[in-house]
């Protein structure tokens, strides 16, 4: 962890150097933007975070299992537009009924987009590698296409959706602030799938099966495929509710861009985190942070956000070289 | 020019401190299809990999064509006009057989001029391969006869042909064999490496034993008899350590597998296994033995469960204590603690919870019971010695008495006290009323402890008597 502030604080400084802008007012925008008032932390943080949670620990349960999902973008706007349009059907209900209602929703939608790549790789042998980052493209144009289209708004002037009724909206926690009930919801889920993974059969397959797929059938009889496959429907699910939370909890509406690239993120928040639920709780708030503040600095000393970015970027290649060199380190 | 195509002389290789060859020379004469004989670990791939400069000798001297060489890569041997068709084929599935042979050139590629090239030398020699055939839609033959032509793409005069019968059915091995007749009555050269020593006696001109690293006979083919091949391969073996495992007398049970009529393949598709019929009875050690590609490993998963037939019937318990060969690819995680490790064991049928505690403590049981040195049963596999590795992976099949062990070369790279500890082990639970197979490539591990001994040859089983000769005989298909 000192070694991946230590990767931030330099990233930084050095891109801010070769930039030329003015690095202490940037600094310090960055601060405050991710921590610097209680409306940085309630409104911007920690609702950074969320969707980063969600999609953090889709993509980690993945790879736990050796499922190399990278389509948690793709899963997550199937979540997303599969809640808005379901959201501007059932609105009319009680918020009760409805908002599980359009949770449910997303979930499937985002399993059933992991599930068609997992059909791939089970039938037909096409690695998920390809399948899930091509699917991400398909998502894409697919919500240009419904926004423009079946879901437009009905002066069809903007291409979005009409905004849910307050009846699907996330409940916030605390009045002003933008926090809403998503985010202790991906926590709890952040607490299940740890306790999944170690404390039950199913999730023991699923480490078996990511750890060695030879000896999970050959000395325990796995089916490895199965694991799998059902591995790829629980990732999309997770991701494709990390989707319907941000929609019902933050934007109330689809559009492009309603995700700033949160599933690619997902890939370094889990990494980051070595695929540990729980530490993926801390390294979603730590790019929740890095994403508010940047934004922050982008407002207030004109340094462009995809810094956060490269910074992102470069944390998963630190992780990597550090895996390999620890790797070698073993065998040597 | 010389006589002689290829002469190795006064070959020394270690590995470690193993020494693989000392002092083994071979002489091969232009125009001669040359046998290479030589039992499981004899040194002959060694020999034919420094031949064909895949691997440096620590010493003696090399001479192609009679000119002394100093070859530093497989390019180098090439280039000299060497060949090499490997046991385990190095095409690229997705290519076509043009497209592979094209593989080891230089420079800009006309695929369509290889194509052509391949076609005519096909033609001229008389091994039939379609040049624009995708080599994962050609049979097993045909991909050799791939191998070969890249190799005579390459303008070689002498081929060095690894095991090339393993993998053929008798058929194709006979025309193999009557192509590389023609070959060298047109003034080619053959190395042929073998386990099957009739093969070699029909049709090599000359032939050469390798035993324990060093060349012990080298005649004209015409010259000797089965017998004293045999003799020389196998070994007068004396002076092998006898084990301080021996078998149990004890009565033979009921039966408790049954493998009837069947036959197997392997991943390729390849056909391991022809109408073989094994019954294995309470209480009873079967020794089992058989050369690389002859089938055994194939036998052992069949026994143990691991693979589907495809035609006979398999009647096996559905308690089976299997010990696999490669224990860290095969058996267990090394990154997992002893107790996970454990818990693999039937991780296919567990539900709800994992209950860790109860696991910890049936892991601490196995460790005592069958002595695995480990700090705790949440120390990592990895950790461990590769005795105690194969200690624990032995303990955790036999701990709940399964009704049938399949072992597979259970003490390979085992110290002396490892060794005896996990053949005790094997003969204890036959005494407690297991049914046993153990594999070894030593045969020596086995005759000690087997109260019957089956050989593999070319994917058929043969039951022969506990004898060194019989099952040397047998295992290079000698009557």
């Not at chain 2, 052992?300 to 589907?308: E, K, S, V």
């Amino acid at each position: 962890m000192a070694a991946t502030v230590a990767v931030i604080v330099a990233a930084v400084l050095g891109i801010l150097a070769v930039g030329g802008y003015d690095t202490p007012r940037a600094l310090a925008a960055l601060w405050n933007g991710a921590f610097g008032s209680t409306y940085a932390v309630l409104s911007a943080t920690l609702v950074r975070a969320t969707p980063l949670l969600f999609v953090g620990l889709s993509v980690g349960l993945a790879f736990r299992a050796g499922v190399l999902n990278i389509g948690a973008e793709g899963q997550l706007l199937a979540g997303a537009a599969t809640a808005v349009a379901v959201g501007l059907w059932v609105g009319g209900l009680p918020p009760l009924v409805a908002l599980p209602m359009v949770l449910g929703a997303g979930a499937i939608a985002g399993a059933i987009w992991a599930g068609i790549a997992g059909f791939l790789k089970v039938r037909f042998g096409v690695l998920e590698v390809i399948s899930t980052l091509m699917l991400n493209f398909v998502a894409t144009s697919v919500v240009s296409w419904l926004i423009r289209g079946p879901l437009q708004e009905p002066t069809r002037i903007y291409p979005q959706t009409l905004e849910l009724a307050p009846s699907v909206h996330m409940p916030t926690l605390i009045a002003g602030h933008r926090l809403h009930l998503g985010f202790p919801l991906a926590i709890v889920l952040a607490v299940t799938v740890w306790w999944f993974l170690t404390h039950t059969a199913a999730g023991f397959r699923v480490r078996v099966v990511g750890a060695s797929v030879r000896a999970a059938s050959s000395a325990g009889g796995v089916n490895t495929a199965r694991t799998a496959a059902l591995v790829f429907l629980a990732s999309g699910a997770l991701a494709g509710l990390g989707g319907a939370s941000e929609a019902t909890g933050v934007t109330f509406a689809l559009y492009e861009g309603i995700s700033p690239g949160y599933g690619y993120s997902a890939i370094a928040v889990a990494l980051l985190a070595r695929l540990h639920p729980l530490a993926i709780i801390l390294t979603a708030l730590l790019f929740g942070a890095l994403e508010a503040g940047a934004a922050a600095m982008q407002r207030d000393a004109n340094v462009p956000s995809v810094l956060a970015a490269v910074v992102e970027a470069l944390i998963v290649l630190g992780v990597l070289a550090f895996n390999h060199a620890r790797t070698r380190g073993q065998r040597a | 020019m010389s006589d002689s195509a290829l002469t190795l002389h006064a070959i020394d290789k270690r590995f470690g401190a193993v020494q693989a060859l000392s002092s083994a020379s071979l002489e091969v004469r232009r125009g001669t299809l040359h046998a290479v004989l030589g039992e499981n670990g004899a040194g002959k791939s060694t020999l034919m990999r420094i031949a064909f400069g895949m691997m440096r000798a620590n010493g003696g001297t090399i001479a192609i064509g009679g000119a002394p060489t100093a070859l530093t890569s497989s390019a180098d041997a090439i280039a000299r006009g060497l060949g090499m068709v490997h046991q385990h084929f190095t095409l690229v599935p997705a290519m076509t057989a043009a497209e592979n042979i094209a593989l080891g050139g230089h420079g800009l590629l006309n695929i369509r001029h290889v194509a052509a090239r391949v076609q005519q030398l096909s033609e001229h020699t008389g091994l039939a391969v379609d040049p624009h055939a995708r080599v994962d839609t050609l049979g097993v033959g045909a991909q050799q006869r791939v191998e070969i032509l890249k190799a005579l793409y390459s303008d070689a005069h002498t081929l060095i042909l690894d095991e090339p019968t393993a993998v053929l059915t008798p058929r194709e091995s006979d025309e193999l064999f009557a192509w590389l007749r023609r070959f060298v009555a047109s003034g080619g050269t053959a190395v042929l490496v073998t386990h099957k020593l009739q093969e070699a006696v029909a049709a090599a001109d000359d032939v050469t034993v390798l035993r324990r690293g060093r060349c012990v006979h080298t005649s004209r083919a015409a010259d000797v008899g089965i017998a004293v091949l045999v003799r020389a391969v196998t070994g007068d073996d004396a002076s092998a350590p006898a084990s301080a495992v021996t078998r149990a007398a004890g009565a033979r049970g009921a039966l408790v597998a049954r493998l009837h009529g069947v036959s197997a393949r392997d991943a390729r598709g390849v056909e391991r296994i022809r109408d073989a019929s094994v019954e294995c009875f309470a209480g009873e050690i079967i020794g089992l033995a058989g050369v690389e590609g002859s089938g055994v490993h194939e036998l052992l998963r069949l026994l143990a469960g691991r693979l589907t037939p495809s035609a006979g019937t398999v009647n096996v318990p559905t308690a089976i204590g299997f010990v696999p060969e490669d224990r860290l690819r095969d058996a267990v995680i090394e990154e997992f603690t002893l107790t996970e490790n454990v818990a693999l064991r039937d991780a296919a049928g567990r539900t709800g919870r994992m209950h860790w505690s109860v696991l910890d403590v049936q892991t601490a049981g196995i460790m005592q019971r069958h002595d695995v040195r480990a700090p705790s049963p949440v120390a990592r596999v990895g950790e461990l010695s590769g005795g105690n590795q194969q200690k624990f992976v032995v303990g955790r099949e036999l701990d709940k008495h399964p009704s049938l062990v399949v072992a597979e070369n259970p003490v390979r790279g085992l110290d002396i006290r490892a060794t005896e500890h996990v053949l005790r082990e094997l003969v204890a639970s036959a005494g407690a009323g297991a049914a046993v197979v153990v594999y070894s490539a030593d045969i020596d591990e086995l005759l000690p402890i087997a109260h019957r001994m089956l050989v593999v040859f070319a994917g058929r089983v043969h039951e022969v008597r506990v004898d060194r000769a019989a099952v040397a005989s047998a295992l290079v298909g000698a009557p």
